[in-house]
Each structure stands twice: as structure tokens, then as C-alpha cells.
């Protein structure tokens, strides 16, 4: 059976269970600066981006300037929520564990949250010394840009055509089509919603899981067919 040259993990709503727990938080703080929006539309919406590029596409949509330092606040209290909040998505670390091929994790989050966040559900050995932040690569180009999963590429010495990419976002996943990867959806977090899938889809995964028990299987059957075969 063909061996994928890499596997990269995101970690927001891949691994762990953060993004919604993220979202509430950010939603509150966008409704007291005077946009109402829910932490489930914020989710369904934005997921994947930066807390900055979130705000300024809310900015944009509802021509509400905010201030800036409602990042700094935003970063400092999803931190202390992730710490004390953050678990694991039921099967991640048996589905890690069981790849075969390197493993790497490619994340909008900044590379201390990821590693705090990894570590605290007992992931990071896993990971240690192949994770990377779209804040931190040379370019600081985050998704939906391709950079940072190209950057892991080039570090890891992979082929993106034959790297596999696992994404619960449009987000995520236009950035590592646009990196020329296989990418495969994942719905199994607390922010899933209805027409997640369908979302996933559209934005270019080639096919999409919601339990971490399918992913070996779906590596391998996709291994199997390639593009250019």
C-alpha cells in the first residue's frame, strides 16, 4: 500500500475540542463591543481564522470599528478558558497514535496555546518538534493562505501531493488544497453543525469523517486512488 510522505493533524476541533470553546468566548466579547453575534454562527462562520482576521471581517460586514486591543483581551481569555476547559475529541490520540507515516500539526493558533493545549491531553509527545504555526512561520501568512502547510512540508521534507491533510474547516481546507495536499474533512467536534460536511466538501475535501475510528481506513482506500492516477 502507498505511504503518504506526511500527515498533518490541525489542532483546533481536529484534536481537541477547542473551537467552541474558543467561539463562546470571542462571541461575547464581539456582542459587548456592539455586534451580536452567537458563539454557534461564529463558529460556523469563521472557524479556522485568526481571532484578528475574524474581527476584521465582522468589522467589514458591519461597518463597527473595533478596537484593538480587544485581541490582547480576547487571546488572554481564551487562554485561561483552554487551560482549565480544553479536552481531547474522543479517538484523537488512538488515531494519532495508530499513523504509521510522520505526523505534524499545522494551526492558526499560536504555537505556545497549541503545545499548552496538546500537552494537557497528552498529545504533545506525539507532535514534539513538528508543529507549526501559520503566527511564526517565515511568511506569518495564516489560513486559508497554503504557507504554513507548505512551510511543514519543506521542513519535514515531503511531498505536498503526497501529504494528507485532516481539517474541520472551509478555512483550513482551501489552504491546504491550495498547497496542492490530499485533504480529508473532519465534523466530529462540539462546534459541528448542520451542512458541516456539505461545507467541507464544497471547499475541496475529498471526502469527509465525523469519528476518528475512520481515518486509517479512509488513508488508505484514498492512498489507493490518486488524482493523477
Not at 82 to 99: C, F, N, Q
Not at 127 to 145: E, H, M, N, Q, Y
Amino acid at each position: 500500500m502507498p505511504q503518504p510522505d506526511l500527515v498533518i493533524f490541525d489542532c483546533d476541533g481536529v484534536l481537541v475540542d477547542s473551537e467552541i470553546v474558543a467561539a463562546r468566548v470571542e462571541a461575547e466579547l464581539i456582542t459587548l463591543a456592539g455586534y451580536e453575534i452567537s458563539a454557534e454562527e461564529l463558529a460556523e462562520t469563521y472557524a479556522g481564522l485568526t481571532f484578528k482576521d475574524i474581527l476584521m471581517r465582522v468589522e467589514e460586514k458591519s461597518q463597527i470599528p473595533f478596537q484593538a486591543s480587544l485581541i490582547d483581551r480576547a487571546e488572554e481569555l481564551v487562554d485561561r478558558k483552554l487551560r482549565s476547559d480544553v479536552r481531547i475529541i474522543d479517538g484523537a490520540r488512538e488515531a494519532v497514535a495508530s499513523i504509521t507515516a510522520p505526523r505534524a500539526v499545522c494551526s492558526n493558533s499560536r504555537q505556545d496555546r497549541v503545545e499548552f493545549m496538546l500537552e494537557k491531553v497528552r498529545l504533545l509527545p506525539f507532535f514534539a518538534g513538528r508543529i507549526f504555526s501559520g503566527l511564526d512561520i517565515p511568511s506569518k501568512k495564516t489560513k486559508p493562505a497554503p504557507d504554513v502547510f507548505l512551510y511543514a512540508a519543506e521542513q519535514l521534507g515531503a511531498n505536498p501531493k503526497n501529504t494528507f491533510v485532516i481539517e474541520d474547516s472551509v478555512h483550513g481546507i482551501t489552504g491546504a488544497r491550495a498547497a496542492g495536499m490530499r485533504v480529508i474533512g473532519f465534523t466530529g467536534a462540539g462546534h459541528s453543525y448542520p451542512g458541516h460536511a456539505d461545507a467541507l466538501t464544497e471547499a475541496g475535501a475529498e471526502t469527509v469523517i465525523r469519528r476518528w475510528a475512520e481515518l486509517n481506513s479512509t488513508i488508505a482506500a484514498l492512498s489507493e486512488w490518486s488524482e493523477d492516477a
